[in-house]
């Protein structure tokens, strides 16, 4: 594997083994010294064409620990305004020898579009593209979900996950639904029938409206944000109708299990989709979800590029 | 003036026939030409081949003015003449739009001076395609360029008293009005068919509703003012549904389909390569086939291009960035014999109606479509119906190379194409000294 586009691309294995690399990095990142020589005199470029300030600091922090050298990249606009186009800008990086891209775009397939054409030869990992995927999120998530709810091995089979809010245009969504359904778990999507996208029924997931129904079964809820300009496209009435039936607070807590987790990918709406009291409680795993990134994004790095130059890949990804 | 002998073939209808064609029009067609002067006339050789009528488009976007880098009138022509057509039809979208007669003569012109296919410009149906006024459709009617065709293509003519009035007011002339039919609210920034795929891809959906909507609404509208509506690109089974029962009805409509419609399906678009990215968008299995048997038996009356060539820069980015459209031209004799001749959906006899004498008589364009008869302008397409042949982007007569079919192999190829008896295709290459080559 050369790439990473799309959480629908990797199987069990792969899947597993990044997160088990994962643990190896969180261990690395817990010691004194931060940092491992693998991908010393490699280049990663941090190739962000939407503003996302947390993604790009976690990728920048994983690859400095595996010490290499990282370049970014803030692109303004795309081939429809008149900013750079994405050939133009990749084949420019590609002429300074990076050996892996990190795209953040908000086209959907932007990141696929990059590796299938001859622009670049290097890896290309997708940051999040439109709303399609974000892979390295689902891959922090179930990572997260595995810490907590298991021995921090194996997949996660017998748990149950609420995916809340705004699915249709979620790339994390996406991506939680492909990743979290290979490693065996049972995903419940919740949220108003608008914003469920058509043929969501051949998913490998179930469908509720009704969230207090779901909160008792789960044991991971992920509440997914909610951007403002759904306000002005009918897709609910008004924000405070959103929050009375699908936003996380202080009642719906006393719903979960005891064990139960709190998620969110960030960056939070407080007051909309999650209550300050849920965020900040105990049983919130956001910051974590924080930290854990770094660590997956560590294993993706590794797996994608550790090797020798030119090489790249297939390092039992 | 040479003329010639279309020798060995077989006509549409199955008959066995040499066809004379002299002084450019079509002096005879029997198993051996009586004609003394046809001893010494041009032989083509037409073995295993079918000699069809030219062939006739009702959709074509030619891009002169304005986007000369992405095609221009001749080398449209170029295109249409190799793929065996001797009209086509220029619509409207250019820059300037063509909703003055100014410009549909222009057009008009720049056809004739390229002499290879007729180029019969469509005219806009409002000024500047923007919806709201109608364009001086009577003065474009009356021009040299006799428009009888009016589209907003691009756009849908969405106001239906903006609609109402089109249709009423081209009666005068036996207009019709090509309706790209897509409400524009329900595609807001859409980007594929609504489905399945997109909502896998995350790519904004355009659901088959905002297609048929405009199309039940305008063949209500049709039968209200009694005038004419024509549907261009219909895409989707619920559109046929519509267009069937309005036919059962008596209403005048007619519709076309284009051959990347009935072939290909969204499912493409998991490439995310935005070859596959046009407008009306690839629908689903069950739509293609649905178009197949809508155009099998009369429902929809024609197969038009949609030939819409594009720049090298505006394909290679990313998906929503790119611009809508296909090639067309070249391939669409080849695309239509594969899913409708080679599935004995259609005889030669059914292709030659849809694809040259419907569309040559819903645009008026009396000069072609009539069959191969005695007396008729020799436009003439032949066919070789068994010779295979590999698509090439780099080989294509028009400008741009945006073909979904590269590296296909695809069914029968166009060996030659006459217009008003002059070759301009023989051997499946654009003849050299017809003028404009």
Partial sequence: MRHLLSAADLT????????????????????????????????????????????RISFEAAAKRLSADVINFSAKGSSTSKGESLKDTAQTLQAMGADAVILRHSASGAAQRLASSHWTTGSVINAGDGT???PTQALLDAFTIRQHLRVSTGDLRGLT????????????ARSNVHLLSLLGAQVILVAPPTLLPLGVETWPVQISYDFDAVLPLVDAVMMLRVQQERMNDFFFPTAREYSHYYGLNADRLGL?????????????????????????????????????????????????????????????? | MSDYVIHGGVLADGRKADVFISEGRIAEIDIAISNPNAAKA????????????????????????????????ASGSRAGAKGGFTAVSAMANTFPVADTAGVVEQVYALGQATGIVDVFPIGAVTQGLAGQALAELGAMADSKARVRVFSDDGNCVFDPIVMRRALEYVKKFDGVIAQHAQDPHLTKDAQMNEGIVSSRLGLK??????EESIIARDVLLADHVQSRVHICHVTTSGGVEIIRWAKARGIQVSAEVTPHHLLLTDELARSYDPIYKVNPPLRTEKDVMALREGLADGTIDIVATDHAPHSAESKECEWQAAAFGMLGLETALSIVASTMINTSMMSWSDLADRMSTAPARIGGYSDHGQSLRIGASAHVAIVNPTKSWKVDRDLVASRSRNTPYHGMELPASVIATFYKGIPTVLESQLVRSTNGI
């Fill in chain 1, 256 to 317: 979960l299990k005891p064990n139960a987790i709190i998620m969110h990918p960030g960056p939070m709406n407080r007051g909309l989709e999650i209550t300050a009291e849920c965020a900040d409680s105990a049983r919130s795993v956001i910051l974590e979800q924080v930290a854990n990134g770094v660590s997956v994004r560590m294993a993706v790095l590794y797996l994608l590029l550790a090797g020798a130059p030119n090489e790249v890949g297939d390092q039992g990804l």
């Fill in chain 1, 132 to 134: 399609h995927e974000h």
């Fill in chain 1, 161 to 172: 996950i609420a995916i809340v809010g705004d699915i249709l245009h979620s790339r994390v």
């Fill in chain 2, 42 to 73: 041009i032989r083509v050789d037409a073995s295993n081949c079918v000699v069809l009528p030219g062939f006739v488009d009702l959709h074509t976007h030619l891009r002169e003015p304005g986007r000369e880098d992405s095609e221009t009138v």
């Fill in chain 2, 205 to 210: 959906g355009w659901p088959s509703v905002a």
């Fill in chain 1, 12 to 55: 069990y294995s792969q899947a597993i083994k990044i997160l088990d690399t994962a643990q190896e990095m969180a261990r690395v990142s817990e010691g004194p010294v931060k940092k491992l020589p693998t991908l010393r005199g490699r280049t990663i470029v941090n190739l962000f064409f939407e503003d996302s300030t947390r993604t």
